[in-house]
């Protein structure tokens, strides 16, 4: 960042006060985090994807909530656990059954066959569920899509080191990914939670307008 500043720019920034931008930028947008979070539990479907992650040596897991309104990042030591969901549509229920009868019995003798039918019990009540909730998308693309930029972020920087590098982490992978979903200028945005720190006013939240 300091080279890249330099050539662009021409500014001499110390590594620390970089540190320290970086640190505030990411305090500022501590709302913008939370909002979302709170926002979670209310939600009647949330389409979920997640990825490995890297801390100090440690492993982690990354999950992104992808919703109408925000797209949210979260760091945290285990994987996301799966949500209940109410029984299937008394039509549904025969096909569903008859479809793990065939994955269990009708298995090709392939090694990626026989990892599908061992994993298909545990996870055949979830398939049809875009069936039963209005609104839920058949597929998980835009949580993949949400992702493919925490990836690339991992593949590059190697994951974090402390609690203050995942939280920073998370905020700025949130607000990206939201303001993208929303057309949104990512700089102008960025300015307004750093003004509201600075005057001690209400901040500026990722949500967009009803």
Partial sequence: MRHLLRETCRPRIASDTLVQLR?????SLQPSQDDPRR????STSVPIDESSHRENGQGRWT???RVPRFTLFQIDPNRVPATDEAASRGELIAQREQLARVAAERVPETELAGNLAHRFPRYANQSPRF???S??????????QALRQFVIDRNITQGTRGIRGREG????????????????GLR????????????DTPPSLLRPAP
């Fill in 23 to 27: 640190q505030k930028v990411s305090r």
């Fill in 39 to 42: 926002q979670i539990p209310a």
């Fill in 63 to 65: 999950s992104v909530f």
């Fill in 131 to 133: 069936t039963q909730v």
């Fill in 135 to 144: 609104g839920l998308e058949p597929t998980n693309n835009a949580a993949e």
């Fill in 169 to 184: 982490c998370e905020h700025i992978w949130t607000t990206i990914a939201t303001c993208r979903q929303h057309g949104r």
């Fill in 188 to 199: 102008s945005f960025r300015e307004q939670p750093l003004l509201a720190q600075l005057a």
